[in-house]
Nanobody, 118 residues
Framework: QVRLVESGGGLVQPGGSLRLSCAAS????????MGWYRQAPGKERELVAT???????NYLDSVKGRFTISRDNAKNTVYLQMNSLKPEDTAVYYC????????????WGQGTQVTVSS
């Protein structure tokens, strides 16, 4: 089993920055995809960014140029650097990892609150 522990959420003013971290522990296979999702009150959960173990990234269109996902494979940790934050970025952010061996398995963190407000 894989455990994901998130940190770094909080309250920030519009235009500010936050850096989220997610540390994974447990049985982690070499090839995996880690990412961040978010869910605002009354809205569906959406994928924010993903990164493969090889470093290939994908982003939600609305965060391109503002957010950067990265990972440290030696530490089994994924990061989300969030710059130029907007009120519409307010949500609970969830860390996720997908492993494909021996079969596809999804793991989730507990979520961390990000609030962008004056």
């Amino acid at each position: 089993q894989v455990r994901l522990v998130e940190s770094g959420g909080g309250l920030v003013q519009p235009g500010g920055s936050l850096r989220l971290s997610c540390a994974a522990s447990g049985s982690i296979f070499s090839f995996n995809i880690m990412g961040w999702y978010r869910q605002a009150p009354g809205k569906e959960r959406e994928l924010v960014a993903t990164i493969t173990s090889g470093g290939i990234t994908n982003y939600l269109d609305s965060v391109k140029g503002r957010f950067t996902i990265s990972r440290d494979n030696a530490k089994n940790t994924v990061y989300l650097q969030m710059n130029s934050l907007k009120p519409e970025d307010t949500a609970v952010y969830y860390c996720n990892t997908k492993q494909f061996v021996p079969t596809m398995v999804d793991y989730w963190g507990q979520g961390t609150q990000v609030t962008v407000s004056s």
